[in-house]
């Protein structure tokens, strides 16, 4: 009877650790190296997509994000561009005074957004009405915000000199159809 109770523990220890899913504050530290380099736009926090989730009640971004600082992330601004399947462009709000070829959106709190120095967390992004067709999208964080000492409190940590809502300059357009054609113009010689 012991041995089966020791096993019983031993098997809710194992069913109810760390998930390495995010949902655990992120403080597990995931075996997967760090990504090779930083951002373009110089935030502590690497973002690579995983899936658009549109079973529940919100479409859900699923992102693997990497902190490259020294404080705990907590709280991020997103900037994200939607491609179809075939990896065409699509527009944010499309026919509204809102469109653009890219949205934003924000989340912070809870420990399941927390991401530890030097480790990856895998993290659910609501973003509002992304383009129906959308199946692949490239992410930035513009801001950051960091747990503070007391672990409790929010504070600033990084703001991409752009503007929050702006995609960054230095990632280019993000259409990498068009600027395959644009390289492929200026690889043509010059009209006479």
Not at 40 to 53: C, H, M, R, T, Y
Not at 63 to 82: L, M, P, R
Request: proline share 7%.
């Amino acid at each position: 009877m012991t041995a089966l109770l020791v096993l019983l523990g031993l098997t809710l220890v194992a069913a109810c650790g760390k998930s390495g899913d995010g949902k655990s504050g992120g403080d597990d530290k995931a075996a997967a190296p760090a990504p090779k380099a930083k951002p373009v736009n110089g935030s502590p926090i690497a973002v690579e997509f995983e899936k658009i989730d549109r079973s529940g009640k919100r479409p859900m971004v699923h992102v693997k994000a990497y902190n490259f600082g020294d404080k705990k992330s907590a709280g991020y601004v997103f900037v994200a561009k939607f491609f179809d399947k075939d990896g065409k462009l699509l527009k944010s709000k499309p026919g509204t005074p809102f469109e653009k070829d890219h949205a934003f959106t924000s989340m912070s709190g809870g420990m399941k957004n927390v991401c530890a120095p030097k480790t990856w967390c895998n993290l659910k992004v609501w973003f509002p009405d992304p383009p129906e067709k959308a199946e692949k999208a490239e992410l930035f964080v513009t801001k950051v915000d960091a747990l503070a000492a007391d672990g409790q409190k929010i504070e600033k940590w990084w703001q991409q000199e752009e503007g929050f809502s702006d995609w960054p300059k230095a990632a280019g357009s993000g259409d990498k159809k068009a600027e395959g054609d644009k390289k492929a113009e200026g690889d043509k010689p010059a009209a006479k």
